[in-house]
């Protein structure tokens, strides 16, 4: 990346502020409703600038809030994390809006059945919240498992977009 600068802009979402981070190329690095200033210890720096959002990011997430689920699909992310975190947080990128899987089924598509605990680390550990939708994977049994955002927030997420889609949280 020719400029290093990370740019961090504020949004008001239905479920409270949230953060984005992004790069001079308008790829998203974080989103989430990170409180106090800890969420920059994930990027080991505090030398954001304040983001005017040039690339129309602040506008796809409202969009996504508003009532267009899928404004969101086309934002481009860069994952840093280990090369198994990085396979799960790409795949949950497949999971449409108004669908679920659960950590067993999605252990199973990556080759892996007996990785549901990893899976399940790796989702938590997911820095691109929304985008990058871990809140649609669930537990075996339909049940809301953890969210770093909080299980309100993620319950809210899957009845929007279950809401904007008609498909009502189907499971995959």
Same mark, same amino acid.
């Given at each position: 990346?020719?400029?290093?600068?990370?740019?961090?802009?504020?949004?008001?979402?239905?479920?409270?502020?949230?953060?984005?981070?992004?790069?001079?190329?308008?790829?998203?690095?974080?989103?989430?409703?990170?409180?106090?200033?800890?969420?920059?210890?994930?990027?080991?720096?505090?030398?954001?600038?304040?983001? @005017?959002?040039?690339?129309?990011?602040?506008?796809?997430?409202?969009?996504?809030?508003?009532?267009?689920?899928?404004? /969101?699909?086309?934002?481009?992310?860069? #994952?840093?994390?280990?090369?198994?975190?990085?396979?799960?947080?790409?795949?949950?990128?497949?999971?449409?809006?108004?669908?679920?899987?659960?950590?067993?089924?999605?252990?199973?598509?990556?080759?892996?059945?007996?990785? #549901?605990? +990893?899976?399940?680390?790796?989702?938590?550990?997911?820095? /691109?919240?929304? /985008?990058?939708?871990?809140?649609?994977? /669930?537990? +075996?049994?339909?049940?809301?498992?953890?969210?770093?955002?909080?299980? +309100?927030?993620?319950?809210?997420?899957? +009845?929007?977009? @279950?809401?904007?889609?008609?498909?009502?949280?189907?499971?995959?």
């Amino acid at each position: 990346m020719p400029n290093d600068d990370l740019f961090v802009t504020g949004l008001e979402t239905p479920v409270g502020q949230a953060r984005l981070v992004y790069d001079a190329e308008g790829v998203v690095h974080a989103f989430g409703w990170y409180e106090g200033d800890t969420w920059l210890e994930r990027f080991g720096r505090a030398d954001f600038v304040e983001g @005017a959002d040039p690339f129309g990011l602040v506008a796809a997430m409202a969009a996504y809030f508003d009532s267009d689920v899928r404004a /969101i699909d086309h934002i481009r992310v860069r #994952m840093r994390g280990a090369p198994f975190q990085n396979t799960v947080w790409q795949a949950l990128r497949s999971i449409p809006a108004g669908e679920t899987m659960s950590y067993g089924a999605l252990a199973k598509m990556l080759g892996q059945p007996g990785a #549901m605990r +990893a899976v399940g680390l790796a989702n938590g550990a997911n820095p /691109i919240g929304v /985008i990058v939708p871990c809140h649609r994977v /669930i537990g +075996a049994d339909g049940s809301l498992t953890g969210y770093g955002g909080g299980i +309100a927030r993620k319950k809210w997420l899957l +009845a929007h977009e @279950a809401r904007h889609t008609g498909l009502f949280g189907s499971l995959r």
